[in-house]
């Protein structure tokens, strides 16, 4: 899988975080694809589904920070250690599991988060 393809995902992804528009959201996914924002959850099904999921639950613009940190693949999946800072909310390290379809959208995608414990200095 080119490291092209997986970092305009990923990219294009941020820019539908940031904005949660409909259009940026259905961009990223098929419109048959299944998202779970953790492993064993019911999945959203298809992009109708997952543009409802993403919209329920926005972030509002500037309310996070995202720092990627490693990406790999297996050629037919690519996947993302991350670290995602919510001033209001802490602070969880993330990886997904994205597959991409032939024209550059997700087919599937699977998260996994942790919240940081707070520290006491």
Do not use: C, Q
Not at 14 to 36: G, H, K, Q, V
Request: aromatic share 14%.
């Amino acid at each position: 899988m080119s490291s092209d393809r997986i970092e305009d995902w990923l990219d294009r992804y941020e820019r539908a975080w940031a904005s949660n528009s409909p259009d940026d959201i259905r961009s990223l996914f098929t419109d048959d694809a299944t998202y779970r924002t953790e492993p064993y959850a019911d999945p959203a099904d298809g992009v109708v589904e997952i543009i409802e999921l993403w919209t329920e639950h926005a972030d509002d613009t500037g309310s996070w920070s995202f720092e990627r940190g490693a990406v790999a693949d297996d050629g037919k999946r690519f996947f993302v250690e991350a670290v995602t800072r919510y001033p209001e909310h802490g602070t969880y390290s993330n990886l997904w599991v994205v597959r991409l379809s032939p024209d550059g959208r997700a087919s599937e995608f699977t998260e996994w988060y942790m919240h940081h414990p707070e520290s006491h200095d």
